[in-house]
């Protein structure tokens, strides 16, 4: 039973570089969501897809991040000329619709160090 | 705007303790109330979780406690062991279109000493 994937796990970029993270769901989920955690902090909703289409996405996605799931299965966000504020987790998460009580499942999360 | 609010930031408690942990909610539309654990470097981990038509769910040593009324909802852990120490986070969302996202509260570092 394979859980949520992310990859990589860790990335030190410098200021100003763009990095792509992947997630791959749990496999039969339609449910894709992306939340950013900092220390300390619990974790903050970014955007969430149902199968392809994005349908939401938060005010603390700036015009820098975009985030994509093209055939509804694996997705991902990229930062564009990061900044050290974007120092985070990025976690994944997936769900299947109608599922009780819409159980979201993480992954290990992908680590984000801009130096 | 903070609509899930949780206390206490951090705890301590003897093995063999009962540790709890209260969470209070603003919005109206939430109908799903789950607890993760979290431990360091990793994702958080669904514990257990409660739908608002009952006040108590238990399993194994977990038991959410929730009161409708009050918009309020705590995790009891009881027997605590040295291996629960983790930060644990309550959370809340609704079932219906975009409501369907986790709000979280900010955390609660719980240590279990010998």
């Known amino acids: 039973d394979t859980g949520v994937s992310q990859d990589p796990r860790h990335k030190i970029t410098k200021r100003g570089q763009n990095v792509t993270f992947r997630c791959d769901p749990i496999?039969?989920?339609?449910?894709l969501y992306w939340y950013r955690q900092t220390l300390g902090q619990g974790p903050e909703f970014l955007t969430y897809?149902?199968?392809?289409?994005?349908?939401?996405k938060s005010r603390l996605l700036s015009d820098r991040f975009s985030a994509e799931r093209p055939k509804g299965s694996f997705s991902t966000l990229e930062i564009q000329r990061t900044e050290q504020g974007d120092s985070a987790m990025y976690l994944c998460?997936?769900?299947?619709?109608?599922?009780?009580?819409?159980?979201?499942?993480f992954g290990e999360g992908s680590w984000l160090t801009v130096v | 705007q903070q609509q899930v609010k949780q206390s206490p930031q951090s705890l301590i408690v003897q093995k063999g303790g009962i540790s709890i942990i209260n969470c209070a909610y603003e919005?109206?539309?939430?109908?799903?109330f789950p607890w993760y654990q979290q431990f360091p470097g990793k994702g958080p981990a669904l514990l257990i979780a409660?739908?608002?038509?009952?006040s108590e769910k238990k399993e194994g040593r977990f038991t959410i406690s929730f009161n409708k009324s009050a918009k309020q909802f705590s995790l009891h852990i009881m027997d605590s062991q040295p291996g629960d120490s983790a930060t644990y986070f309550c959370?809340?969302?609704?079932?219906?279109?975009?409501?369907?996202?986790?709000?979280f509260g900010t955390g609660t570092r719980l240590q279990v000493t010998l």
């Open positions: 998460a997936s769900s299947l619709q109608g599922s009780t009580g819409n159980t979201i499942y």
């Open positions: 496999s039969e989920h339609n449910r």
């Open positions: 897809f149902q199968n392809e289409a994005q349908l939401e």
């Open positions: 919005n109206t539309a939430f109908d799903y």
């Open positions: 409660i739908r608002p038509d009952v």
């Open positions: 959370a809340a969302s609704g079932n219906t279109g975009t409501a369907s996202k986790l709000t």
